[in-house]
């Protein structure tokens, strides 16, 4: 502690024996930074995290004024709410930017507030919470979701629209919005053409109205830039005056005033669609990774677009050319392809579709205007019910029967053969009240589990139906039925999913609700089992009895045990689950720091050398040499190898071995670490190897201890070690189980 020294106050101001002995020590404790001032703002007391931040003596410090040590910006921000605090009475909180002393930039919030020592003297205390790792967060959710929200634009017109014109006007707004530019513009090329020519300029967006037509860039790409843009490379151009290119290119940029460009090339499967290209006019722009990633994404994303669209019409094409050269056919050949195409259509429709009720309007709707029927319709029936209900009907005239309920016994004639999957066709020998004569055509809809409805045309009395029109029938109710039974099954498995997922929910809520009920009772109950332990010693020495073997043990002893053990063991399983539901959200703290693991590892590793001799197994640690620092969450990284380290113990047998290996990742030896743990006499069944990660998963009859347990251990490894960036990977063969962590030496801030 630092506190300023009594004589080197003006005599009015001196503070009275029991301010100059406050017990401002006790403030050192704190972690954040906090430092007390006068009513001049000097410095009466800083602790050692106020004195780390702003580098320098604490002795040194005391008695300066705020505005001596910390930046301009920071110490007026401080003067303005001190002020207003020692005004008030209340505390300030305010934002403070400043650097440290390492020369890392800080974003602090500072709260300042007054108060009054023994002798009456008002004080200023303030006091900084370091606030710079949220600052990045919120940076880097704003750039995540203007990312999001281009490439949701772009994929909601590419969803309305197959026009590739409107799509890259669309793109390039977007674009120009996003990077924040004074003009963006699509060069179109022809992806079949390997020469020179291009299309040009097909969209353009530029930040002032009529900006665009005067200062066109006529770039006129040569084969060599062809070349460099189908092999996908970018350019990235932060000023052009300073960046090396041709000087005719140059030129060119310079004349419709470019500043800063960064073209990205649209490349498919080898081919040049165009350019997307970003200009800056009004200066010099440096391109951030992130932005050019996201224009990457843009344009895989407009190039699939534009490959769609002209496949799209390539295809409108081909068809219209295959239509004329059917027109020039023979009228039976014309009628065999007519319907070929029908059923084709027919069959991608109904195929393509999850709709029962899609299915079967495509199906009679097409085949009345294929075969030019009177009228269709199709039914689907209930075989326990033993009903046949028409589902849809098709006709231009004809009251409807849609929604009509028929009970089978009501007409064996006609179900008797659709039930065994039999087809036929009849004309009314009296004519029907609504229809009159007609000549029908009913076909079985079947798979090869059963019969799922008909379908049934209507056309005049004296036509029949030919052979041909027959067969189209028949394979479109055979597509209708595969499709019926398709869409059935995926309306029972999103259904199953739907169920599945509500469970999952049901279970993480009812056991994140519990372990959060839980916790306080079962904490209460271990502070009165601590007390009980207290009273118990100071009555009956408990301790002594404890020491003991078990056999030898009072009941009182054996007892307390128990209750200790139990206590602790449901303590421990409350933090398991509330440690994984913070894992599962995102919100599990992480706090990284340089970690010498060779250092480390030699003193924290005894505990379970201890526990593995007295298990009659060895424990050896084996470090390499040369170890690049690991920064890491420590806290996070020593909860990983106790869980490994604990299972390890627990599942070896009497007389194995354990071995925990440090070294450098042999394919990043400066950027990654790799942890091998290895146990003999133990193997993990193939068939379970893809569940032991799985919550509450143990495998069987693999406790040689018979110790029990939750099956959270390896639960919680995987989601730590994923936290901290890195891979858990475990391979088991005869008698011997490895269990290999990666991290990486430098923890993102991001994470």
């Known amino acids: 502690m630092s506190t300023l020294p009594l004589d080197s106050l003006p005599q009015g101001e001196r503070p009275c024996p029991a301010v100059a002995t406050a017990p401002w020590d006790l403030l050192d404790a704190i972690a954040a930074p906090l430092w007390i001032t006068d009513r001049h703002h000097r410095w009466l007391f800083l602790n050692a995290a106020c004195a780390s931040l702003v580098g320098g003596d604490p002795e040194a410090l005391v008695g300066k004024r705020e505005i001596d040590v910390l930046p301009l910006g920071a110490s007026q921000a401080v003067a303005a709410a001190g002020q207003r605090a020692m005004a008030s009475g209340e505390a300030q909180t305010f934002a403070v930017e400043m650097t440290d002393a390492t020369g890392a930039h800080r974003r602090l919030t500072a709260t300042a507030w007054r108060f009054l020592d023994p002798t009456g003297e008002p004080r200023l205390m303030v006091s900084l919470q370091d606030v710079t790792p949220l600052h990045q967060v919120e940076q880097t959710l704003q750039r995540q979701s203007e990312r999001e929200q281009l490439l949701g634009a772009i994929a909601q017109h590419l969803l309305q629209s197959l026009s590739s014109k409107d799509l890259l006007q669309t793109a390039v707004n977007e674009v120009r919005r996003f990077l924040r530019v004074d003009r963006v513009l699509f060069y179109s090329f022809d992806p079949n053409d390997r020469g020179t020519d291009h299309r040009g300029i097909v969209a353009e967006s530029a930040s002032s109205p009529g900006a665009a037509a005067p200062n066109q860039p006529d770039l006129s790409f040569g084969a060599a830039d062809l070349l460099r843009y189908r092999q996908e490379e970018i350019d990235v151009v932060d000023d052009i005056a300073t960046a090396s290119l041709p000087a005719a290119y140059r030129a060119k940029l310079e004349q419709a005033q470019v500043k800063a460009c960064l073209i990205m090339p649209i490349v498919q499967a080898d081919l040049l669609y165009g350019l997307v290209c970003a200009f800056s006019e009004s200066g010099p722009r440096p391109w951030a990774t992130w932005e050019v990633e996201t224009l990457r994404e843009v344009a895989t994303l407009v190039g699939g677009a534009i490959k769609q669209a002209r496949l799209y019409s390539q295809v409108q094409q081909l068809n219209t050319d295959l239509e004329m050269q059917v027109a020039q056919r023979t009228e039976q050949l014309q009628t065999a392809l007519e319907f070929e195409a029908t059923l084709k259509r027919i069959t991608d429709r109904v195929r393509d579709s999850l709709d029962v009720n899609q299915i079967m309007l495509t199906a009679v709707k097409e085949l009345t205007e294929a075969l030019d029927a009177k009228g269709s319709n199709t039914s689907l029936y209930d075989l326990e019910q033993g009903t046949s209900t028409i589902y849809y009907e098709y006709n231009s005239s004809s009251p409807s029967y849609q929604g009509r309920v028929a009970q089978m016994e009501a007409f064996p004639e006609v179900y008797h053969q659709l039930l065994n999957g039999q087809y036929f066709q009849f004309c009314s020998v009296e004519p029907n009240p609504v229809r009159g004569y007609v000549a029908m055509l009913a076909c079985p809809i079947v798979d090869d589990r059963g019969v799922l409805g008909d379908l049934w045309l209507i056309n005049g009395r004296d036509y029949g139906f030919d052979d041909i029109e027959i067969r189209l029938v028949q394979q479109v109710a055979n597509q209708c039925a595969i499709a019926i039974r398709q869409a059935r099954l995926y309306q029972a498995a999103q259904s199953q999913v739907a169920e599945l997922e509500r469970l999952n929910t049901l279970k993480d809520d009812f056991l994140s609700t519990v372990s959060h009920e839980l916790r306080t009772p079962?904490?209460?109950?271990?502070?009165?089992?601590?007390?009980?332990?207290?009273?118990?010693?100071?009555?009956?020495?408990?301790?002594?009895?404890?020491?003991?073997?078990?056999?030898?043990?009072?009941?009182?002893?054996?007892?307390?045990?128990?209750?200790?053990?139990?206590?602790?063991?449901?303590?421990?399983?409350?933090?398991?689950?509330?440690?994984?539901?913070?894992?599962?959200?995102?919100?599990?703290?992480?706090?990284?720091?340089?970690?010498?693991?060779?250092?480390?590892?030699?003193?924290?590793i005894d505990s379970?050398?201890?526990?593995?001799?007295?298990?009659?197994?060895?424990?050896?640690?084996?470090?390499?040499?040369?170890?690049?620092?690991?920064?890491?969450?420590?806290?996070?990284?020593?909860?990983?190898?106790?869980?490994?380290?604990?299972?390890?113990?627990?599942?070896?047998?009497?007389?194995?071995?354990?071995?925990?290996?440090?070294?450098?990742?042999?394919?990043?030896?400066d950027e990654q670490i790799a942890i091998a743990l290895t146990n003999t006499g133990v193997t993990i069944p193939a068939e379970e190897m893809p569940r032991i990660f799985d919550k509450f998963y143990r495998v069987p009859s693999a406790d040689p201890w018979k110790q029990g347990g939750t099956g959270l251990g390896l639960a919680l490894v995987r989601k730590l070690v994923m936290h901290l960036g890195g891979e858990v990977a475990v391979s088991s063969d005869e008698r011997q189980t490895c269990f290999t962590i990666t991290l990486p030496t430098q923890l993102a801030l991001s994470r």
Request: proline share 8%; hydrophobic share 40%; glycine share 4%.
């Open 608 to 669: 379970f050398v201890t526990r593995a001799r007295s298990r009659d197994q060895t424990l050896d640690l084996v470090v390499a040499p040369a170890l690049p620092v690991l920064h890491t969450d420590l806290a996070s990284l020593e909860r990983v190898l106790a869980e490994l380290l604990n299972n390890a113990c627990k599942y070896t047998p009497p007389g194995e071995h354990i071995s925990l290996t440090v070294a450098a990742h042999p394919d990043a030896p």
């Open 522 to 604: 079962v904490t209460s109950m271990r502070v009165a089992l601590q007390l009980l332990g207290v009273t118990l010693n100071q009555e009956f020495d408990l301790t002594a009895d404890l020491q003991k073997p078990k056999p030898e043990q009072t009941r009182i002893g054996r007892y307390f045990s128990i209750l200790q053990e139990e206590c602790e063991r449901e303590i421990s399983l409350i933090n398991d689950l509330l440690d994984l539901q913070r894992l599962d959200v995102g919100n599990h703290p992480i706090q990284p720091e340089p970690i010498l693991l060779d250092t480390w590892l030699a003193g924290w």
